[in-house]
């Protein structure tokens, strides 16, 4: 959308502005909507995150693929939770002595249960979530405010054109009318 708006204001093309500034507004609009949405079901949104990681856990526990098992460890060292809910998830998937690497602090050379991280991804996800939250919503605000701007600075820059390009249609048709007292 943008090259269409800066296209639009170098040949000075109003419809190409207008449809710029549609485009963006729809763009706008549609973004508050879903922002609107996901404020008002936050719950719903963390819930389905929470049952789609319940599930590549439960999967990568299967050993059905590697990919899982991979992103389990990445999500694990990353977040430094262990397990779904506590660290003794892993000891359902055969890890007996000890979790998997990725639940231990990168200082221990060695590590059991009790020195694994105890905290549970469910939880971390939750805390994420409620942490970043904020942060999340100014970024969205920064972008819809980005986007405004656009909008309004296409708009003066239509009618800059339209109001230009009159005055020049008036003058060039005063010269093909003859001049009559």
């Known amino acids: 959308v943008g090259p269409l708006g800066c296209y639009g204001s170098l040949t000075q093309n109003r419809c190409m502005l207008l449809l ?16 609107i ?12 995150f929470r049952v789609q990681f319940r599930d590549i856990f439960v999967s990568s526990m299967n050993h ?6 991979y992103t389990i460890n990445t999500f694990q060292k ?46 971390a996800i939750n805390d994420y979530v409620d942490s970043h939250t904020r942060y999340i919503g100014f970024g969205v605000l920064a972008i819809a405010i980005l986007q405004l701007a656009g909008v309004i600075f296409a708009t003066y820059l239509r009618s800059l054109i ?3 390009l009159q ?7 005063q010269k093909e009318e003859p001049c009559t007292m």
Do not use: N
């Not at 690497?101 to 059991?112: R, T, V, W």
């Open 167 to 173: 005055p020049r249609a008036s003058f060039e048709k």
């Open 64 to 69: 059905t693929d590697d990919s899982y098992l």
């Open 37 to 48: 949405i996901l404020y008002v079901k936050k719950d719903d949104v963390i819930s389905c």
């Open 20 to 35: 710029y500034f549609s485009l963006v507004t729809i763009i706008f609009l549609v973004e508050i909507i879903l922002a």
């Open 78 to 123: 990353t977040v430094q939770c262990c397990g779904y809910s506590t660290p003794e998830d892993w000891k359902d998937d055969g890890f007996l002595e000890a979790p998997p690497a990725s639940c231990c602090p990168k200082s221990s050379p060695s590590c059991g249960y009790g020195e694994s991280f105890q905290m549970g991804c469910h939880d």
């Open 162 to 164: 339209l109001k230009t």
